[in-house]
């Protein structure tokens, strides 16, 4: 059974931090490109960050460049997002997501985390 389970969300004050984890099971987890996503009301869901199986390659959404920082532990099967200097327009919620390298259809979704930046 394929599970995602983000956690690390939170409320938090502009300029803070925050560390989203993500758990992964059920399948081979160093074959998937692993991505975090997130959607703020009213907004459509966007890819905020991406990291390849290896880790050898990340991308970035342009506001979190500088900011967020992907990163995976493929014996711990998880993968983080490193969260500085967060504003007010990061708040959303942010879901773990799972794209199999060859396979396109074999993609899956964690739940979400809500993250709130606000004083």
């Known amino acids: 059974q394929v599970q995602l389970v983000e956690s690390g969300g939170g409320l938090v004050q502009p300029g803070g931090s925050l560390r989203l984890s993500c758990a992964a099971s059920?399948?081979?987890?160093?074959?998937?490109?692993m991505s975090w996503y997130r959607q703020a009301p009213g907004k459509e869901r966007e890819l905020v960050a991406a990291i390849t199986p290896a880790g050898g390659t990340t991308n970035y959404l342009d506001s979190a460049k500088g900011r967020f920082t992907i990163s995976r532990d493929n014996a711990k099967n998880t993968v983080y997002l490193q969260m500085n200097s967060l504003k007010p327009e990061d708040t959303a919620v942010y879901y773990c997501?799972?794209?199999?390298?060859?396979?396109?259809?074999?993609?899956?979704w964690g739940q979400g985390t809500e993250v709130t930046v606000s004083s």
């Open positions: 059920g399948f081979t987890f160093s074959n998937y490109v």
């Open positions: 997501n799972a794209k199999h390298i060859y396979n396109l259809l074999a993609t899956y």
